[in-house]
């Protein structure tokens, strides 16, 4: 253990020399390592070994300091493009929350990560990132954590990325039951109180129509060698027919709310395409066109008396 804990702290080092403009002293590597000042030089002329291209810093001190070249450790750098992705997304997560300034600084770093990748590399990560981001069709609503199988995402991701077809085990609606079931997965979609995967059936089933199913749900997921295109299918547009993740046909929407909410529910993205229209005694209007009743209600519920539904007009005879 004590060989690979060297190791690891000699890559990490080489990472510190790079970062830093100034350099590296002996008396530095002493107290960030707790080693001896015998070990420091040691560690130093370990990475002279493998950066000739390790030099000394001119501070106008007597001390001695050393940097490693920028770049000089990108080779060892790779990133893949679920972690790429994972920069995107959050990255349209704040700006939806209209927080623009921390994802115009995210959005810096995830610009600098992409320049570190290999010209060879570059262009396949970019697009499969692009893939994957497509295929996770948020729905930025906040609510309670559920536990998903890590193993089964992981098989459903390398499914979408690859545009492969799938069997998956998963309890029928009315009896609960195990099913076996082909399908296409287009990608995912996060609600506020379930995840589904958005996928249509293999077999052309509903007239090859997608159909959620809880991700929390699903028993077991197998890649099948059959394959499908993705550009056949837009999860995008499939999401903004929803309102959260709860997809039904869509229905025009109007709120109204009070004038003494109408400054805060401003502030909230209720679906991408909503018009705000801010009435002259102060209230608040809210259009859109999307499905999800039910998770509508349990949004609208959270406001109280200060929200009334305009349309449709016979949403409170349904309830």
């Known amino acids: ?77 790779s990133f893949s493009a679920e972690e790429l992705a994972v920069f995107k997304t959050a990255i349209d997560k704040l700006k939806q929350s209209n927080l623009k300034d921390k994802a115009d600084t995210l959005e810096k770093v995830e610009i600098k990560l992409r320049n570190l990748l290999k010209p060879e590399q570059k262009n396949k990560i970019e697009v499969d990132a692009e893939v994957l981001m497509k295929a996770e069709g948020l729905a930025l609503n906040p609510g309670p954590r559920i536990k998903l199988d890590k193993d089964i995402l992981n098989t459903l991701r390398q499914a979408i990325l690859s545009c492969h077809h799938i069997k998956m085990n998963y309890p029928a609606v009315n009896t609960g039951n195990i099913h076996t079931y082909k399908l296409i997965p287009y990608g995912f979609l996060y609600g506020q109180r379930n995840h589904y995967l958005v996928a249509a059936h293999s077999d052309g089933y509903d007239n090859g129509k997608a159909h959620n199913f809880l991700l929390q749900k699903i028993k077991s ?81 959270t406001w109280g008396d200060d929200v009334k539904v305009i349309k449709p007009k016979d949403w409170y005879e349904k309830k």
């Open 1 to 77: 253990m004590a060989n690979y804990e060297k190791m690891y702290d000699l890559f990490d080092l080489a990472l510190a020399m790079q970062e830093t403009s100034e350099g590296l002293s002996l008396e530095d590597i002493q107290q960030k390592y707790n080693v001896s000042r015998r070990t420091a030089e040691r560690m130093r002329n370990a990475l002279m070994t493998y950066f000739p291209q390790m030099e000394e810093v001119s501070t106008g001190e007597r001390t001695k300091r050393w940097r490693i070249t920028e770049r000089s450790l990108n080779s060892f750098i």
């Open 221 to 301: 997921v197998e890649i099948l060698p059959d394959v499908f295109d993705s550009s056949e299918f837009d999860l995008q547009e499939y999401a903004l027919e929803s309102f959260g993740a709860f997809h039904e046909e869509p229905f025009d929407v109007e709120w109204l709310f009070s004038a003494e909410v109408a400054d805060e529910a401003k502030n909230f993205i209720f679906h991408p395409k909503q018009k705000l229209i801010k009435n002259p005694d102060g209230t608040l209007t809210v259009k859109f066109k999307a499905g999800g009743a039910r998770e509508m209600d349990w949004f609208l519920y």
